[in-house]
């Protein structure tokens, strides 16, 4: 997968002012830290978007998820979405790519490397 530049915020609406307006893809995560340093991520769930504040803001209420799962997860624990910019013509093979990778906990959808793939 090529280098990209992961950034995150807490999966609270209020926290989206900080996630841009642009198309991306997405990590929602827990993550165990210790001394405010991330030192593990247990990927929960993965996507792509047109625009990643909306999408965070969509997955911060429970009311707007559509995956009983992610909803669940978010009661249990504290997630951080983390999320990346991508161009719009990279987000289908960026996301397989990257779901491909982590296998997020609670992702519907499941890639799996086929024989073109390297």
């Not at 992961?6 to 209020?14: E, F, P």
């Not at 911060?60 to 504290?78: C, G, K």
């Not at 093979?93 to 799996?112: D, K, Q």
């Amino acid at each position: 997968m090529n280098e990209l530049n992961w950034k995150h915020s807490t999966l609270l609406h209020g926290a989206a002012a900080r996630v841009p307006e642009r198309p991306g893809l997405y990590v929602i995560a827990a993550t165990r830290r210790a001394a405010s340093l991330p030192m593990s991520l247990d990927p929960i769930y993965a996507g792509r978007t047109e625009n990643l504040r909306r999408r965070l803001i969509e997955h911060a209420d429970p009311w707007r998820e559509h995956n009983r799962d992610v909803t669940a997860a978010m009661l249990a624990q504290d997630l951080e979405f983390w999320f990346t910019e991508v161009p719009k013509e990279q987000l289908t093979s960026l996301e397989r790519e990257l779901i491909r990778t982590i296998n997020p906990a609670v992702n519907r959808v499941r890639y799996t490397k086929g024989a073109h793939d390297e």
